[in-house]
């Protein structure tokens, strides 16, 4: 036998043993990454061939590929009408308020589920405030109508009366009242299940930071602000960051559902996605509808990469690319 040959062709096959070994050890998480490959490629990449929909003008007698093209006159429909001021309004500042009271709110729930060293009493909380999340939003809608119902509400029954007020408020009909509602709304489902995240970063910092910090005098208060927030930070940056990339998106269920469609409430509870939705029942205008789609979409990456870019700027190390 060549020694030559030999000698070169052992790191060869040791390579390829340790490419074995690799994959060996690496397939059963190999496998559990299937799943979610698939429900990614079905749910959000096969879509995307359905863009060519918002340059057309849908014929169900001539089936997709043969409707005729109409170019942006699908575009135009959206930022032509009346209402898009409002839609964009709403549906943006509505998501900046949840954006960043909301991150506040879930980082606070982590941070004093972090505080609970009983292990039954800190299960105990964590069901009780990711249960809100698991409620459908139906349901949720009831639960509201229950509190708001002008006739038979809680509200209006229980606790304007202790604060002298006996006529009561038609909540369905007064929009000034809803942005605080949906609001409370929102943060009651959302932040116990957005916590989760939080708290399991917070898990991952070592109690050595901690000791040193309370032999050095250090408060609780300072603990937080100069341990446990810098090391949650870029956990925190990411989560904003995505969230940044669907603020032209709303939670369907909570602007259209929880107030019931009620007419006098359009101006405040309308966004983007209920306004298409609303036309789309109307008219049934499915290019119009996938248009808003692609636009959100758009709109969505363009601000994500200029998120990213700012904290790029800031700190490369916190940056997702």
Known sequence: MNPAMTASGRPEVQKEKKKKNRYSTYSALLIMMVPGLLYLLINNYLP???????????????????SEWVGFDNFEY????A?????TRNTILYNLVFIVVGTVLAITCAILLNEIKNKVILRTYQAIITMPHLISMVIVSYLVYAFLSAESGFMNRAILPLFGIEEGISWYTEPKYWPFILTFVHF??????SSIVYFASLLGI??????AARIDGASRWKQITHITIPLMM???IMMTLLAVGRIFYSDFGLFYQVPLNSGPLFETTTTIDVYVFRGL?????IGMSTAAGVYQSIVGFILVLLANYLVRRYSKDHALF
């Open 48 to 66: 995307m061939f359905g863009i060519f929909i918002a340059f057309k003008k849908v014929n169900f007698a001539k089936g997709f590929f043969k």
């Open 188 to 193: 009651w489902k959302s932040v116990g299940y």
């Open 281 to 285: 029942a109307g008219s049934g205008d």
């Open 234 to 236: 870029p956990v925190i």
């Open 206 to 211: 070592d109690e050595e930071f901690y000791e």
């Open 83 to 87: 209402d898009a001021y409002i839609i």
């Open 78 to 81: 959206l930022f032509k009408t």
